[in-house]
């Protein structure tokens, strides 16, 4: 018997294979996993022989038998309590005499039978030793119903001591999946060669086997494996001992479930995708290279001492740990919290970048993250965090201890369905690339979130933040109502919140705008701001106990040479007296002067133009008005009189036979009927309609404009004129543009 090796207990089903060797065994298992084992002892003392099976996992085999001569027995190949007894083997004299192989035609051997179903790939491994003058070569026949035999190959036998031998079958599927399968085991004498640094041969030289073994790589169907360990296996004098495995490979759809202590070794250990390797409560360790692009699953210790590659998931459940060296995460990956309890976050994320860098992060199973676990570092992912209902995330767990001062950053999705919190220290900040969801809780902890994405981010989920930082030119998109207690900083880019509201109570900064609603509660003496920084109301009489500002970024209805900008207030009471500031940014002049924009303000269904108070600020880019008691509709103008046909230009210049030619363009003409151009001469006061006819639109209810020009031929020489541009409505109502002056030589 050898006493020296133990294997893994695993429950695997369909599609699994192995790549499998013991360490320190005096009998190499070959490339796979046991089906059938004979140690020829019992198991109470070690030292008594028995010539029956020890494990199999398939009924059928029975005890060896042997043509040509009986079966004794002898001591084995290993030793019990530290070589205080021996282990026992079979052992047999009256070998064949041949020098050269007789194959098939041999008369004497042992001979067992092996049941291969649900298996293929086969190796057949044991440990033995010939006499001086027993046989120099050992060979296998199989045979698959018990009468015709095919030979495969031979191999020398340990000369005086234990050699271990192993027949590679793995090439011949005539016995993978069998009911029964016959196996000779047979030696001969062998020729001048084999028979180096031996005595001559003789018929009464004895060869013993032990520690027979039959293994497989791969399973075809659902199987449980043998339980060495429970039956004294893991005996190594008198000690336990855990096997280490060179590699070990789980194929799809096949899931292994560890029953005892495992160390691998190699530099191939995977399972595969679609696959499982589950621990159990017994511990991994990984000295080589372990690729996960399946599932693994742990309930125990996972130490790392080498590589681990998670391509699929790591799955920590109760009683699970990572140790030792950080895995390394795909793209693709996930990192799994299962336990239903407390987990202390380990190894396993512990970076923000490299090693103990996940992808993307689960937590499920009503478990709770302690995400600190002492430590007050800085984490990222690069993917999605997933907080499942009944599970939660604590930054500031154990608060006040450590005090989380530095950021977790998250470059994908936060899908928020169980609870959350930042951090109880400054700098315990939450740093999101990707899109919002929450229908969980939230709590902010007076840290800030910072939406930093690269391309458009939304919010889902009506959310309470303290501090709001939005820094991606893409903007951020609120799908659900939100509310920031304290600063809103619009770094870059819009919050666009489209017919849900931002509630706001705090300060803003930065240079981007809420686009849609703003909603405030403590309007007062003392200035407020809506989404953007010189976006502001202060009041300075009467009092408005909330407040609703909307942006929109386009022209107003009516009054399309205004600028780009719509603000419209909705205050709940109508007995105030207030400072109105109003932002623009360059892009939304419309090509309007800066330094010549007014405040106007819709009431009635008419814009009005109500100048400004002080200066336009080119800088800051803001205008301001005081003493406004109306609240409804403003924009902003350098424009002497609203246009609805969007009149982008209207100039006159002189054509080289000194002739006034007007042109003018629109912007759209939704509304529009035509027009007509009117001159004045400097000094007169009478205006005059120079063309005949109405000039008709080209492009009458087009949301597209059109250009235009017309010649007056009528104006004189040695005359200053005015000229402006009466824009007929399809309503029957009509608008004016600017005066324009040119004089004619």
Known sequence: MQTVKRFAVLVLVVGLMFVVAPRNALAAVGDGVPILYYDFENNTTRTTFENLVEQAINSGSDALTRTGASITYVA?????????????????????????????????????????????????SFDNQASATGPARVGILYSTDGSTFTATTTSLTGNGVFTSSTFDLTAISAIDNQSSVTIR????????????????????????????????????????????????????????????????????????????????????????????????????????????????????????????????????????????????????????????????????????????????????????????????????????????????????????????????????????????????????????GGNWSNSGSFDPNSRAVFFNGSSAQALTGATIFDYLTLDNSSGLTLNNNATVNQTLALTSGDINTGANTLTHSGTCSGSGDVVGNVARSDIGATTRCFGNQFNTVTVSSGSVPNLTVNLAKNTPSGFTNAIKRTYSFSPDSSSLSATVRLHYLDADLNGNT?????????????????????????????????????????????????????????????????????????????????????????????????????????????????????TDKTAKSGKSYRYKLQVVGSGGGSEWSDVIKIAVP
């Open 76 to 124: 084995g190949a290993g030793t019990f309590n530290g070589g205080a007894a021996d282990g026992q083997a079979i052992t047999g004299s009256s070998w064949d005499t041949a020098t050269a192989d007789p194959g098939t035609a041999t008369t004497d051997y042992y001979q067992f039978v092996v049941n291969t179903t649900g298996f293929s790939q086969l190796s057949i």
């Open 185 to 432: 085991i047979y030696a001969y004498a062998g020729d001048a060669t084999d028979r180096t640094g031996r005595s001559t041969f003789s018929y009464s030289g004895t060869f013993r086997i032990d520690n027979l073994t039959v293994t497989a790589k791969t399973m075809t169907a659902s199987q449980t494996l043998l339980n060495y360990p429970n039956i004294g296996l893991s005996i190594k004098s008198g000690t336990a001992y855990t096997p280490t495995y060179t590699n070990f490979i789980v194929n799809s759809p096949a899931t292994a479930t560890l029953a005892s202590e495992l160390i691998l070794s190699g530099a191939s250990s995977a399972v595969a995708v679609g696959a499982t390797m589950t621990t159990g409560t017994y511990a991994l360790t990984n000295n080589g290279t372990l690729t996960v692009n399946g599932t693994l699953a742990t309930g125990a210790g996972i130490t790392n001492n080498g590589t681990l590659a998670v391509n699929g998931t790591l799955q920590i459940n109760n009683g699970g740990v990572i140790s030792g060296t950080a895995p390394t995460y795909a793209s693709t990956s996930t990192l799994k919290y299962t336990c239903a309890c407390t987990y202390g976050r380990s190894t396993e994320w512990s970076a923000t970048s490299g090693a103990g860098y996940p992808a993307n992060v689960q937590i499920s199973n009503s478990t709770t993250l302690n995400y600190p676990n002492g430590s007050t570092a800085a984490r990222s992912i690069s993917g999605n965090l997933t907080i499942d209902s009944g599970s939660a995330l604590y930054m500031d767990y154990g608060n006040p201890i450590p005090g989380v001062s530095n950021p977790l950053t998250v470059a994908g999705n936060l899908v928020l369905n169980g609870s959350m919190s930042l951090g109880n220290a400054s700098g315990g900040d939450l740093y999101l």
């Open 594 to 710: 800066d330094t010549g924009l007014n405040v106007w303000h819709k009431e009635s269904g008419t814009w009005t133009n109500l100048e400004r108070t002080g200066n336009v600020d080119t800088t800051n880019k803001w205008v301001e008005k005081s003493g406004v008691t109306s609240f409804s509709p403003f924009t902003l103008s350098s424009n002497s009189t609203p246009t609805s046909a969007g009149l982008i230009s209207f100039k006159a210049k002189l054509t080289p036979k000194h002739l006034v030619k007007v042109k003018w363009e629109t912007g759209t003409e939704t509304t529009l009927l035509g027009f007509n151009v009117y001159r004045q001469t400097v000094g007169a006061k009478k205006w005059v309609k120079v063309n005949a006819n109405l000039i008709a639109a080209k492009n009458p209810g087009g949301i597209s404009g059109a250009k235009y020009s017309f």
